[in-house]
């Protein structure tokens, strides 16, 4: 399996932010040699020695579509903590799952072990499709744990739009009719779920005033879509006992309506889970700004250690 460090596809992008912080100077200025590195260089040069990257392991196969998934694997021996990614994009193909990976660089600064997923996407499969696809993956992390030192008392699953969708469908959704592709008796529990303007009812993007054609598309032409709806709806399986669950949504967002992370964190919080509803003011699906997404990021980091899942700096 073919390993690169994390230098080349990560670390070069903080670099480059880092030095685009630097002010410009004149021409004729020359600069010191001996000035010490800036915080960012020197967060994004520690972060290059500290991670090594395996892509594309294939996690499963289904309907002649193998999925795969990538790992960035902290360097050090003992367990990690470990995020399960999913990426957005309406549950439709279109960007790689590389091109996603900035959304978790926070972690990566913090010593995580992260797994990046892809799945079917709607060009490929319909509903349910990219959930049973989710499922496994967090099947296989489990499963892969001690290869990989991923703690399985400190698994977190995220994903933004269709990814948080899918990242709240693989917490609390039970794994019985989503596992036909992988099927096992390991629990697949996760030690929280972080929410990015995800769809958490399918029923009401398909029909009504909310209608998205996305959604349609994923839900496909097949009889009865509302009842195919709901089964993949996160609002269907809320009930005592699930995961401490952050939601970041704009409350402008043109795509996914706000409402539905309001009714998540009622029925949340109605049943006892610990969670909490980041509202960014005037935010739209997702490009937030700068200072937003940074204090979402201290948000969600605060939230997960209050639910015991610490985060340790990779310096």
Partial sequence: MKR?????????????????SIQCQSADEEVNPAAPLTQELAA????????RVTPNIVYVTAENYAAKLDIYKSSGSGLKATLVYMHGGGWRGGPSKEEYSLWFEPFLFL?????????????????????????????????????YDFDTNRIVIMG?????HLALMSGIAPAAGFDQE???????????????????????????????????????????P???????????????????????????????????????H????????????LTIPGGGHGGFGNDQTRKAYAQIFEFLRRNGVGTQAVR
């Fill in 182 to 224: 992988c099927p096992g008796n390991e629990p697949l529990k996760v030690a929280a779920i972080v929410d990015w303007f995800g769809i958490t009812d399918v029923s009401d993007l398909i029909h009504g005033v909310n209608t998205r054609t996305f959604a349609q598309q994923w839900i496909g032409s097949l009889p009865d």
């Fill in 111 to 147: 010593g995580w072990n992260v797994v990046n997923v892809e799945y079917r996407p709607s060009t490929v499969a319909s509903a349910p499709a990219a959930v049973q696809d989710c499922v496994c993956a967090l099947r296989w992390v489990i499963r892969n744990a001690k290869k």
């Fill in 44 to 51: 994004a040069s520690d972060l290059t020695g500290h991670y």
């Fill in 4 to 20: 690169y460090y994390i230098g080349v596809c990560t670390a070069c992008i903080f670099l480059m932010i880092a030095i685009s």
């Fill in 266 to 277: 009622t029925v949340l919080t109605a049943a006892g889970v610990p969670n909490q509803l």
């Fill in 226 to 264: 509302q009842t195919r709806a709901k089964r993949v709806s996160p609002l269907t399986y809320v009930r005592s006992g699930l995961p401490p669950t952050i939601i970041v949504h704009g409350d402008k967002d043109p795509k996914v309506p706000y409402s539905q992370a309001v009714r998540l």
């Fill in 160 to 164: 933004h739009s269709a990814g948080g």
